[in-house]
Structure formats: C-alpha cells, structure tokens
C-alpha cells in the first residue's frame, strides 16, 4: 500500500471519508438548506474547527457532548467533529421538556452542550441544571451562558487534525420502565447486513446524487439514511426543516433529489394529495426511497410504488441493532413482508419458553448480536442484561417466517407505541398520570390512527370517590402537556373503574390494547 493509500485508509478508519471527499471534489455541495450551504471543502473545515475548538477547552477521547439542533448545518459539522475527535455525540430530541432535557444531558454526561437558538429557553435552563457541562455553545444567535459557535470556530485552524480517532452517536431509546436508555457501544461493530443491502440498493453516484433529509436529525433513521450514509458516500444532502408533503415534491424537483427516507406517515400525507399537486412536480430524478421504522399497511405502500415506481426499500431494525431487508421488487413478490435477515442465522422466531418454532408460526423475533459492538444500555447492566438470552436479543416483536424465510411482523409488546415512526414508551406516561391526586392507576397504550399507525390513549382508573367528567379528562391532558413531550402525550383518555390486572396485580396492558385493534383484525 502506498503512502498515500495509507493515509486515506487511516482517514476512513478514524471516520473522516469527509475530508477524503473534501480532497477530491472541494466545491462539491455537502449541506443545503434553508439555513445555508456547505461545500464539502467547508464542511470538513468546519468539523476541524470544532473539534480544535473542544480539545482547546478541555475534552479529550471518549467525552461527551449533547447537541440540541434543528435540521441545519451546524448539525453535519457537529457529527463530523465528533466523529474524527473521539467524542460521543448525544443528540436530543427538540421537542423534549426541561425535566426530560436535563435528564439526558446529565444521563449521557455530557461535557459540551451544543444548542440551536431556536430552543434558547430549554437549552439555557437545561444548562444551568447540568454543573458538568462546562463547555456551551450557541447555534444561529444567543443563548445565555452559551459562548458563539461561529466565534469559537473562528479562531481554529481549519486543516486536517494530525491525530484523528474514531468517534461515535449514543442516541437514546424510550424504556418500558421509567426514562431513556442510551444505546451505547464499547466498539465500533463492522458494517451491518441492513447497512450493506441499503448500499446496495441506494448504488450511490457521489458526483450527482443528492439525498432529502425530511425527518429529525435527532432520530436514528434519518441520521444514519440521510445524512451519514450520503456524507460518507459524498452525496450533497438536502435538509428540510420539518415535513410538508407538497414541499417535498418541491425539493426533490428543485435540487434533482434522487435518495429519500420516509416513515409510513409521510406516505400517507403524500398520497392524501390533490392529483394536480402530484403531477405538478417533476420527480423523475428520485431513484430510491428507503423506508422503515414503523409498519406500512401493504396497500398505502402499493399505491406508492404504483404512483413512483418499484423504488420503496424497506428495513427492519432497532437502534440497538439486527435487521431484515426487502428489495421493491422482492415486496411485490412477497407483499405485507419486512424481508429477510440480512445476515444468514441472525434472526430466530421462539415461543415464550425460548425455543425456535417451525416455519409459519408466530412468535417473538430474536435477533443475534454482532460478535463486535455489541450494545450496552448506558448505566444500566440490569436493562442491557435483561434484553439478552446470551448472544441474542429481541425487541420484543411478534411475527412468522414463511417457508422462503420472508419475515412478516403480526404485532408487538404491550410497552412499545409507534406513532409516525417515533418509538414513545408507555412507562413515562403512566407515571406523569399517576402525579395527579385524582388518578389511582393508569395505562397508555396505543390504538389504531389511520395516518400515524398509532396513537397515544390514556386509560385511568380514578381514586374513590372522583367521578370521571370532560373537564377531569381536560385538566389530565393538560396535566401531561405541561410535564411531558407533547409527542407523547395521550391524544385521549377512557375511564376505567377496574384496570385488568394479572394475578400478582400487575396491570395488563396487552388486554386493554386489544380493546381497541380487534375490531382491525390486526395488531399493528
């Protein structure tokens, strides 16, 4: 290997395909948006400035910083420094509370906080909660207590760090008993089955290509189909600030998108639009749509195909890891399918004593984890312990293989809520109701939304003596608005005078979900 070749070979090691492409194509765009654009030759700078600018104030390998961006520039330079300084980067959700903010922060212990001024108030008082973080820097204006982004990158040399080391993203998952867990790998794990089909399938053209970030940068899907993915492929990545259907039309025809990720949701606001919007835009550039995080009812994904194309790629997989993948072409063979594990033997289907079931029986899908990287909870051994039966692990999903080992997912755990492809955990809920004087217990679960695939309900059984009322239901849903995300929060709440309970007096969520789906004759 020559020199040269090394020295790229270590580049990619210590994740800086960025400066690689930075070399190579210096004009080429790597950010546009809204709030500006990056040529790939300024983004590699910016992310040299950075993680000077951080070293300069104290953190070192293996340190934390949270960032609270919205989908804008600074968001790619952050991931990049973090990436080649050996920092983990904890991004946080924008919708979050001030009591849920400041519990990630401290959780992830975070030394630097990086903030967006438009959360200037969350990200200020969440700072002056967190004594740790020592290093604050604003985003787009003032923040107080926060030093300028741009002025503390200003002073930095903007040239390749001489000792780059490979970083990471800790992102955090909901937990069925109380707050987030940050998923948290020890090691970087090799490249993933899911991860190559998706390569695969999306055949990138660095020189032309452009993917559209529609969804958070704080969700992993968007962050790894979307922004890491295409920056380490030297795709030029086109942010949107939030969702509008018709303006994703818009921006695949303005900037020739070709690659996209969508959740179930966007499909369904995508297909609700007028003929003449549809037709209005030309979308002929877009070649590839991955899509995943929430289960799409076969026909929303057929009318899709049938207006786009044999373009929808479908995955399977959790931030914790494991995965299947289905190829469009594959779907219309198999349709309702989420694929095939994309590693052969990774992928189990057992009954609720542990062992494997034949072919064409439903069960609970195990997934083996990777020799290298595998995931821990962040502080919590007892968590990461109890998701293992010793190299596998479930997300406690429901489904069957068919004899041409096709996956198809029948339902879910009792805990877990998807709604519009955001993960929201039952436990916080119940113990935010449980706050309030009137309520004696309480169940969230999730019931049938057409357009969201779920949503959140309240189930509440009230103490002696309170009668249920609407302005008792309003003041619980205000009660929750105030305390929690408000993506979160129960869109409505039933009165119950007896909560099913198990034997030992547990509160069976499973039958009060099935209230609301047997009418479906489905789960999910």
Known sequence: MTSDAAHDERLRAAGMTIALHAREAPERLAILSPAGDLS????????????RALRARGLSRGDSVALLCSNRPEFAVAYAAALRA????????WHLQLDEATYVVENCEARAFIADTRFAQVAAATAAACPKVSVRLAIGGAIPGFESFDESLA????????????????????????????????ETPAPSGVAKLTAQACGYQPANDRSLCIGPLYHAAPLAFNLAGPLASGLGVVLMEKFDAEDTLRQV???????????????????????????????????????????????????????????LHEYYAATEGGGTFIFAEEWLKKPGSVGKPADQGTLEIRDDSGREVPRGTVGTVWFHAPAKGRFEYWKDSQKTQSSYDGDWFTMRDMGYQDDDGYVFLTG??????????????????????????AVQDAAAVGVPNEEFGEEVKAVVQLREGVSPSESLRRELLTHCRERLAHFKCPRTIDFDDNLPRSDAGKVQRRLIRDRYWQALGRQI
Not at 414 to 433: F, K, M, R, T, W
Request: no cysteine; glycine share 10%; proline share 8%.
């Open 412 to 437: 879910r755990t009792a805990e877990l809520i998807i709604s519009g492809g955001v993960n929201i955990y039952p436990a916080e809920i119940d113990a935010v109701l449980l706050m309030h004087p």
């Open 155 to 186: 002073g930095e040399s903007g040239a390749d760090i001489p000792d780059p080391v490979l970083g990471g993203t800790m992102l955090y998952t909901s937990g069925t008993t109380g707050r987030p867990k940050g998923v948290h790998r020890k």
């Open 253 to 311: 025809e303005r900037s020739r998108v070709t690659h996209t990720h969508m959740v179930a949701t966007m499909f369904h606001r995508l297909l609700a639009l007028p003929g003449d919007v549809k037709k209005k835009y030309d979308l002929s550039s877009l070649r590839v749509i991955l899509h995943g995080a929430a289960p799409t009812p076969p026909h929303v994904k057929k009318a899709m195909m049938d207006w786009l194309g044999p373009i």
């Open 40 to 51: 790939y030759e300024q983004l590699n700078a910016g992310a040299n400035q950075l993680a």
């Open 86 to 93: 050996g920092l983990r980067l904890t991004p946080l959700n």
